[in-house]
């Protein structure tokens, strides 16, 4: 069974950094692409960022280029998202999501960033 | 950047259709996918590529893409299925995926 679980999220303060893991299990970790989505609240998913199987390839959201990188280790099934310069519109729910080519077939349950003062 | 266009909620009683549209340019081609969110839950793929649907969903739930326009439709509506609804496409021109702004369906 495919179970992702999202940890690191917590307050901070504006411009300060943050990183998100997601621990995967269940499936061949490096044969599949993994993302990141999150969601603010009251509001719909917004796509953060992909990484191909062998993590060397990434591509990223307008709104969080420069400022977030997306990473893995496959050896330890571990998904990462670094997060600098953290603004309010970041305060969301980020879900790390298994990618079966192109839809999100396996989501975890989240983990919630509040940037806040 | 490529939009996705949802429309406003949808009620409808059970037993009925509920229809949600998915409006892009030229959305047909490209290949739609559709994720049930309940509250406080993760989202959960529904529809893939346009028309299929993952092990365990319901054939009530089916997709069709022509056009502008993508559309999920729920037949023979439960209770359960009171959610909001979202599609989502890959944008191979600007290598990013997007979400359309989603649709609550509510049962009466």
């Known amino acids: 069974e495919v179970h992702l679980l999202e940890s690191g999220g917590g307050l901070v303060q504006p411009g300060g950094s943050l990183r998100l893991s997601c621990a995967a299990s269940g499936f061949t970790f490096g044969k599949h692409a993994m993302s990141w989505v999150r969601q603010a609240p009251g509001k719909g998913p917004e796509w953060v960022s992909v990484i191909g199987g062998s993590g060397d390839t990434t591509y990223y959201a307008d709104s969080v280029k420069g400022r977030f990188s997306i990473s893995r280790d496959n050896s330890k099934n571990t998904l990462y998202l670094q997060m600098k310069n953290l603004t309010v519109e970041d305060t969301a729910v980020y879900y790390c999501?298994?990618?079966?080519?192109?839809?999100?077939?396996?989501w975890g349950q989240g983990t919630l960033v509040t940037v806040s003062s | 950047s490529y939009v996705l266009t949802q429309p406003p909620p949808v009620s409808v009683a059970p037993g009925e259709t509920a229809r949600i549209s998915c409006g892009g340019d030229n959305i047909e081609d490209k290949r739609v996918h559709w994720y049930q969110q309940r509250p406080g839950q993760a989202p959960v793929l529904v529809i893939y590529?346009?028309?299929a649907r993952p092990s365990g969903i319901p054939d009530r739930f089916s997709g069709s893409n022509s056009g502008n326009t993508a559309t999920l439709t729920i037949s023979r509506v439960e209770a359960g299925d009171e959610a909001d609804y979202y599609c989502q496409v890959w944008d191979s021109i600007n290598d990013q995926a997007v979400f359309g702004g989603g649709t609550k369906v509510t049962v009466l």
């Open positions: 590529y346009d028309s």
């Open positions: 999501a298994k990618v079966e080519r192109e839809p999100y077939d396996y």
